[in-house]
């Protein structure tokens, strides 16, 4: 039989209770998911794989299943400081994200959660049935100031769980009855299913919708977000979301040098062809675990294109594989990274992209009085 190797962890978390616990490249439970490995966390100091006993038993292991957790936080609005974000507030509805894009960002925050930023990320989901609660306590406070509010920052709002959960919908409900500003980043069609919410919304200069696409072929998009709608899934949303009047964005997020580069002036273009009216991007970050993660399924998926990838890529880090600096770390600096910022903007350009980007009101924002207190006189 199969036999698990080195299972000790420091984070004190249950492994039988969570699941599988820290699996190292075993392709039964990679197919169907974005990363290729569950190697621990920065904060882990012992890690545990597979060993075949020789009866080739691993063949044998099921495929790797979404498990569920409840997560009841205190709070539900995040906020930044951060100096090259548009927004200062967002809200995430889950934890983890099932779209399992191999270059997300967000895995290394799995690691506060005992669990591996990679399989983990994507197959061990955190939801915050809660949420709709707590944001409306936190919009009736006394002291609440609107602003833009960003569905999406972290992980996706419209990845598939949330079709049973409706998390992300009860949000957006509260959002409505208050005449809160937000905008939504995802990569699912999902997001469709709102329109009834979104449109009266739009009509009022509250909601912008950003869909981000990294590329249009299908093959790519399949081993690189295996989870996430597929591009002309996504192109379609933007359609029928643009003629129902709610402004779209398109987002190429990340642009991957030497992998998905060769397509920004198509998907700008197919985008501006669906109603997209502004556009965006930000260049491949690689944070903490990110940077191995993403290394490993280079390897293993473009093993000829991997060492130039890699190379482009710390040509726009100041020769290393991150950046984290403000500034930078969204559009890298350099050579390449210029030639890649001009292009976009050429191409924008041509196509009357961001000509006039809507600005989100809120000055309708509506606090209702709360028990106890004296209305307004005017």
Not at 3 to 21: E, F, H, K, V, W
Not at 311 to 337: C, H, I
Not at 357 to 367: G, M
Request: net charge positive.
């Amino acid at each position: 039989m199969a036999t698990l190797l080195n299972i000790s962890r420091s984070s004190g978390l249950d492994i039988g209770a969570m699941g599988t616990g820290k699996l190292t490249s075993l392709p039964q439970l990679e197919r169907g998911r974005g990363a290729k490995s569950n190697e621990a966390s920065r904060f882990d100091q012992h890690s545990a794989e597979f060993v075949d006993d020789g009866w080739s038993t691993l063949a044998e292991l099921p495929r790797l299943k979404t498990e569920i957790f409840t997560e009841t936080p205190k709070s539900i609005i995040s906020r930044n400081t951060s100096p090259d974000i548009s927004f200062d507030r967002s809200i995430n509805p889950y934890r983890g994200c099932e779209h399992g894009c191999v270059y997300c960002y967000a895995r290394p925050s799995h690691a506060y959660m005992g669990l591996s930023p990679g399989l983990d990320f994507e197959s061990k989901l955190f939801i915050k049935p809660n949420a709709a609660q707590l944001l409306r306590e936190e919009l009736t406070a006394i002291n609440y100031q609107a602003r833009t509010l960003a569905l999406g920052a972290n992980t996706d709002p419209y990845q598939p769980i949330e079709r049973d959960y409706r998390i992300t919908r009860a949000v957006i409900e509260v959002l409505s009855e208050f005449n809160h500003p937000f905008g939504i980043v995802t990569k699912s069609a999902t997001v469709l299913r709102d329109i009834d919410l979104l449109k009266p919304m739009a009509e009022k200069g509250l909601v912008k919708v950003a869909i981000s696409i990294t590329t249009l072929d299908g093959k790519l998009a399949r081993e690189m977000e295996p989870r996430a709608s597929t591009p002309m899934k996504r192109l379609a949303a933007l359609e029928i979301l643009s003629k129902a009047g709610i402004p779209t964005v398109v987002m190429m997020g990340p642009i991957i040098p030497g992998l998905n580069d060769v397509e920004i002036e198509n998907i700008l273009k197919a985008a501006g062809n669906s109603g997209v009216r502004e556009a965006g991007y930000t260049m491949l970050r690689l944070p903490l675990e990110v940077k191995d993660i993403f290394k490993d399924w280079l390897e293993k998926t473009y093993p000829d294109k991997a060492q130039r990838i890699m190379s482009l890529v710390k040509s726009t880090r100041g020769g290393q594989e991150n950046d984290p600096n403000f500034g930078t770390r969204m559009t890298g600096q350099g050579p390449y990274a210029w030639t890649i910022g001009r292009r976009f903007q050429l191409a924008c350009q041509r196509l009357g992209l961001n000509e006039n980007r809507v600005k989100l009101r809120t000055d309708l924002f509506n606090r209702p009085v709360q028990k106890g207190e004296q209305m307004a006189l005017f």
